[in-house]
Nanobody
Framework: QVQLVESGGGLVQTGGSLRLSCAAS????????IGWFRQAPGKEREVVSY????????YYSDSVKGRFTISRDNAKNTVYLQMNSLKPEDTAVYYC???????????????WGQGTQVTVSS
């Protein structure tokens, strides 16, 4: 059974940093493209970052480019999202999702974590 578990969320002040983790069981993440998504109250879910399973290429939405970094630790079967210079508008529930091998940013995404809350105070 495939399971993705996010952790690392919390409450942080504006300008602070958090590192989110997406740990997997039942699947070897290095073979899967991973997306980090977020959903704020009253807003649609949006993709904020993505890492390819084929060439390691990455994507960042304009709203987080230059502040967030996605990375893999294959030995730990974990994908991270390092979030720096956090802003109140980054407040949301953050989810990681895994697509089938070879899928691109668009997806599909077959496996989802339960989400972790990130709250940035002003």
């Amino acid at each position: 059974q495939v399971q993705l578990v996010e952790s690392g969320g919390g409450l942080v002040q504006t300008g602070g940093s958090l590192r989110l983790s997406c740990a997997a069981s039942g699947v070897t993440l290095r073979y899967y493209p991973i997306g980090w998504f977020r959903q704020a109250p009253g807003k649609e879910r949006e993709v904020v970052s993505y890492i390819s399973s084929t060439d390691g290429s990455t994507y960042y939405s304009d709203s987080v480019k230059g502040r967030f970094t996605i990375s893999r630790d294959n030995a730990k079967n974990t994908v991270y999202l390092q979030m720096n210079s956090l802003k109140p508008e980054d407040t949301a529930v953050y989810y990681c999702a895994a697509g089938p091998p070879g899928a691109n940013l668009i997806g599909p995404y077959d496996y989802w974590g339960q989400g972790t809350q990130v709250t940035v105070s002003s």
